[in-house]
């Protein structure tokens, strides 16, 4: 059989409308939001030919679809390849790209580290590292919204909240990118990414060894459910490094878009200041409104359907999280970013029991860098114009020029 990307070709029912368009296009990564909403006035599920895959970007199939483990699964791979049909390029995350009953027993491990309760013991060093980032910041005329906060941040406070000795900033924010480059197609995304796997993975596996964390951080927690016999050492060490590649990548394009959302609102800024309740859920409409993680797919496990037209097994379903989370039948005025909004149910963090593991944390880390951002600073202003940065999975920031006014 000739695979397309990675995956068993794909003949559509004839009542599923094709859509002609490559989402992993450049023009497309960097500007999502013609393709979201063509996918959606397309129908409740289309057929992309050029990559042989279903696609949904209606809220309501997306959700569907994305929490239904049982029919549409994830141990088959989260991006274009059919790991039944084609090697990974590494060996399978073990809490993103399994299903239950095997989830079930890594995903108790990962939410007893990462709980509410370990997150508010972080807290206090949280702000701390806010409150010095941000004193800095304000001293400059001008600073990179992307290189000097989002990315600055969840590297000084992230990895000492694992507890890791070893520290390499650009190694754990380009580790993230890599990763959700490779569920893509085979581009010139993935094959950048692809060149820079072995170095960048190498040094992840070494910085995240039992003996190179300290044994008062959650990767301690980790290996010691392994001492418990609740998992294996070597899962142990797959889980640890499962922090780094969804843990870093995803909490520093959550901060950069929140800068940019809030840079290019400023009466947002104006309420969030005047009423510091709103922090949480501002962050929540940053991810509903920017869709940090733009694309995940599920591979059809069995003959099954959605919104009632045929799906059959081996197919590849195209989630777009993007489209949904700005699907105006559920949001109303999907445009509009609203600090107020409180969207229960965006699709930033997933759903169902793939919903991100480390949403606690970066919600925590958020609200650290917001609070001390309410307190100091007057006015975020655009000093430039945004870049944009392409991945085959996520919706991230390269540059965001700023320009930060004190009280």
């Known amino acids: 059989m000739t695979l397309i990307e990675g995956h068993r070709p794909l003949t559509p029912d004839a009542s599923i409308p094709v859509l002609d368009v490559d989402p992993y296009a450049l023009d497309v990564l960097l500007d999502p939001e013609p393709f979201y909403s063509a996918l959606r006035d397309a129908g409740p599920v289309v057929y992309i030919p050029r990559y042989q895959v279903l696609a949904v970007g209606r809220y309501d199939e997306t959700r569907q679809t994305f929490s239904d483990h049982e029919n549409f699964v994830s141990s088959r791979g989260v991006g274009l390849n059919d790991f039944k049909l084609e090697k990974p390029w590494r060996a399978p995350s073990i809490i993103l790209e399994v299903d239950p009953p095997d989830h079930t027993r890594t995903r108790k491990v990962m939410s007893k580290a990462l709980s509410p309760k370990v997150v508010r013991t972080m807290m206090d060093d949280f702000i701390a590292t806010a409150e010095a980032l941000v004193d800095r910041l304000l001293e400059q005329s001008e600073i990179d919204g992307v290189a000097d906060l989002a990315e600055a941040f969840p590297t000084t406070v992230f990895p000492k909240a694992v507890g890791m000795k070893d520290v390499s900033p650009r190694h754990l924010v380009d580790y993230g990118a890599i990763v959700f480059n490779a569920v893509g197609p085979d581009n010139d995304l993935r ?93 929540e409409e940053v991810l ?18 959605i919104a009632g037209h045929p799906v059959p097994e081996g197919a590849k379903v195209m989630c777009v999280l993007g489209a949904a989370n700005m699907d105006p039948a559920k949001w ?25 593991v480390g949403q606690n944390i970066a919600r925590g880390e958020l609200e650290a860098v917001l609070s001390v951002m309410a307190r100091k600073v007057a006015r975020i202003e655009p000093a430039g114009d945004a870049v944009w940065r392409p991945n ?11 320009k930060l006014i004190p009280n």
């Open 191 to 283: 094959r950048h990414a692809m060149a820079r796997a072995p170095e960048v993975a190498a040094w992840i596996t070494a910085a995240c060894a039992r003996d190179r964390l300290t044994d008062d951080g959650i990767g301690a927690l980790v290996y010691q459910a392994a001492d418990a016999g609740e998992i294996t050492p070597e899962e142990a060490a797959m889980l640890v490094r499962s922090f780094l590649s969804a843990g870093v990548d995803t909490t520093v394009t959550g901060i950069g878009n929140a800068m940019w959302c809030l840079s290019r609102n400023p009466d947002q800024w104006e309420a969030l200041k005047a009423d510091t309740s709103l922090i949480r859920p501002c962050f």
């Open 288 to 305: 509903r409104y920017t869709s940090p993680v733009h694309t995940f797919l599920r591979t059809a496990n069995l003959d099954t359907q």
């Open 332 to 356: 109303g005025d999907p445009q509009a970013f609203r600090v107020d909004r409180k969207p229960t149910g965006h699709m930033a963090f997933g759903a169902g029991i793939h919903g991100c």
């Open 392 to 402: 085959n999975a996520i919706r991230a920031l390269d540059r965001l020029p700023l």
